[in-house]
């Protein structure tokens, strides 16, 4: 019952255990002769968020942007405080997920302008409901230290701080997510550190896009020390990924002169031993790869290539990948989103529906996320009309982090 003009606030709520979907509501009101309905529709799902470092080096303003993601529409709305302000541009992120909270974790620089003199690990925790930042931790590092990359255990158990002459791991507390140092790995890896589900194993690749090192670790389960396995060389560093289920390792290599192309190396793991085994993929070879995303089923993965806006090989590389080995096989359509420098790519970690794509904007514009519908069956894409817009041109990390806290 509602007094003449006032308001009533009607509150719906969920159960845990919904099904994920789109709930059509239908209000009614009613009074003596008049009787009248609206309607609307209520999304269900796990909440999920996607957050990247915006900023360039000399080029503030620096900060972390969030955006919540509907997983059954996939419309982007920036969470409550974002973007977060940085004192420095990041050089690399991290996400972790864990039973009573999730956090981001945002490596940077300490010195002015930009200027990698020392360095500061700053952890937040993400607020569940909102998916706004809380700043929690600060570690600072000597300038000696040299510490350049971000990795999360598949676990979330671990977070490795690499880069230098030490490769420090941290113990990352479920429920608060203080850090504390649990070992010091004397190999010092130079390079981006990829840790393949379930954890057994790190791998490293440094060098350059015609020449590289790989570095092969076992990782103790107690305190998360690396222990040198092996090292080999091969044609070409770049960035290294590995898939959710830890079949392989995608190794996105750029050109090695102006006149070429980069390449996908896809490598088969042993998951017994580590050993790696080139697949020699036919997976077509975006020009400049910098990233890729796979579904949280991993069935299909995406490469982001930016070459330049409305250069013919820019764009979004998909492919199906194969349950034993994780080689990519092209998609009908690749691919897609032709023309558009596409940087740093994330799929909506909840129900997998959804690619958002860090696009390069119109020259003089800021950079944009825009929505594609994944085809469930087949991994193609078609672009949903959905985007956002960043608050700076100018993005550091080519790394999207997607993640659905335990709420």
Request: proline content about 7%; overall charge negative; hydrophobic content about 35%.
């Amino acid at each position: 019952t509602i007094n003449p003009g006032n308001n009533q606030t009607i509150t719906l709520t969920a159960a845990a255990n919904t099904p994920a979907g789109r709930q059509n509501i239908v209000v009614q009101g009613s009074g003596g002769t008049l009787d009248q309905t609206t309607d609307f529709s209520l999304s269900v799902a796990a909440p999920s968020y996607a957050y990247l470092a915006t900023g360039y080096t000399n080029q503030p303003p620096y900060g972390v942007v969030g955006f919540a993601v509907d997983a059954n529409t996939g419309a982007l709305a920036q969470v409550p405080g974002s973007p977060v302000s940085l004192p420095n541009v990041a050089i690399d992120l991290a996400v972790a997920s864990e039973s009573a909270g999730a956090f981001v974790f945002v490596l940077m620089p300490s010195g002015t302008g930009g200027q990698m003199q020392t360095f500061t690990l700053q952890s937040y925790s993400i607020n569940a409901a909102t998916g706004a930042l809380t700043a929690l931790q600060t570690i600072n590092y000597p300038l000696s230290g040299g510490q350049s990359y971000l990795a999360v255990s598949p676990s979330q158990e671990f977070l490795y701080v690499a880069g230098g002459t030490c490769t420090i791991a941290y113990t990352i507390d479920p429920a608060s997510g203080n850090l504390t140092q649990s070992s010091c790995s004397p190999q010092g890896v130079n390079a981006a550190l990829v840790i393949p589900a379930p954890g057994n194993f790190a791998y490293a690749v440094s060098g350059t896009n015609l020449f590289s090192t790989w570095s092969v670790y076992s990782v103790d389960q107690n305190n998360g020390t690396l222990t040198l396995l092996q090292s080999f060389h091969s044609n070409g560093a770049g960035f290294l990924f590995t898939d959710p289920q830890g079949r392989a390792l995608y190794q996105l290599t750029g050109p090695p002169d102006i006149n070429s192309c980069g390449s996908v190396v896809i490598w088969q793991i042993n998951p017994a031993s580590g050993a790696l085994t080139n697949l020699n993929a036919s997976f077509t070879a975006p020009c400049e790869p910098f990233d890729i995303a796979f579904n949280p089923a991993d069935t299909f993965g995406y490469v982001s290539s930016g070459v330049g806006e409305n250069h013919p090989q820019s764009g979004i590389y998909a492919g199906t990948a194969d349950p034993t080995t994780g080689n990519l096989t092209a998609i009908t359509g690749s691919p897609f989103a032709s023309g558009s420098s596409a940087n740093a790519g994330a799929v909506e970690p909840s129900q997998g529906k959804f690619l958002m794509e860090e696009i390069q904007g119109p020259a003089g514009s800021n950079n944009e996320i825009l929505v594609y519908a994944i085809n469930s069956g087949t991994g193609a894409l078609s672009q949903s009309g959905l985007q956002a817009t960043l608050p700076s041109s100018h993005v550091y990390v080519f790394k999207m982090l997607a993640v659905s806290p335990n709420p």
